[in-house]
């Protein structure tokens, strides 16, 4: 079905604006409005709506939509279900990372610079769980022994926030499945906003 990059987009943001509405109670504010009228746009010159000839053309575009809206809404369950596997791996990773810098400490084949990265769980500035890149260029092996000692003692504290995080995407997971549900009254409640995009595609 959405198969160009801006219909694959389109199809992502009906399912986006459909759980913000969802967790809203029911309201799309007016830049999330404009949002799902661009969306719309852009799916009725990709798809040529314009050209449909039927007696009903707002109900026909709106099964378009709740397709491209279920799309939508199995990637970004796709995606969840993909961060969450490798968050709940990131503990032992992140140990794994601390045992290899401790082995290049004392190991006489350790060439320098060391240059790795690894991720961990963090909270950004509105308190939302996010996942952070540390990009690390050692320049000898006192630096390799401190960066590994405090990976050590962070180790604690960062498998908190990793099961933290865990707990928060599963409960993402849940608003996405009941989000799932609740398209077609999304579909159905989007019809004026399609009729008034057809206006200016015709």
């Not at 009228?37 to 939509?65: F, H, I, P, Q």
């Not at 709940?88 to 082995?103: G, I, R």
């Not at 630096?143 to 990793?162: F, H, I, Q, W, Y």
């Not at 009941?178 to 595609?201: G, H, N, R």
Request: hydrophobic share 40%.
């Amino acid at each position: 079905m959405a198969r160009s990059p801006e219909l694959k987009e389109a199809s992502r943001r009906f399912a986006s604006l459909a759980l913000a509405k969802l967790e809203q109670q029911g309201i799309l504010n007016v830049r999330q409005r404009e949002q799902l009228r661009r969306s719309l746009a852009t799916s009725g010159e990709e798809l040529d709506w314009a050209d449909l000839e039927s007696d009903d053309v707002v109900a026909d575009v709106a099964k378009v939509m709740l397709r491209m809206a279920r799309s939508g809404a199995k990637a970004m369950a796709k995606d969840l279900e993909e961060e969450l596997s490798i968050k709940k791996k990131e503990t032992k990773t992140l140990a794994k990372v601390a045992a290899s810098l401790h082995k290049m400490a004392t190991s006489k084949k350790t060439e320098f610079p060391v240059i790795m990265s690894y991720d961990y769980t963090a909270r950004d500035a509105s308190q939302n769980y996010v996942t952070k890149t540390e990009e690390l260029e050692l320049e000898d092996a006192a630096g390799v022994t401190s960066t590994a000692e405090g990976m050590d003692r962070s180790a604690p504290n960062r498998e908190k926030l990793t099961n933290l995080m865990i707990t928060d995407l599963k409960a993402q997971q849940a608003r996405q499945d009941e989000m799932y549900k609740t398209l077609p009254d999304f579909v159905s409640s989007s019809k004026q906003l399609i009729s008034e995009v057809m206006a200016t595609l015709q």
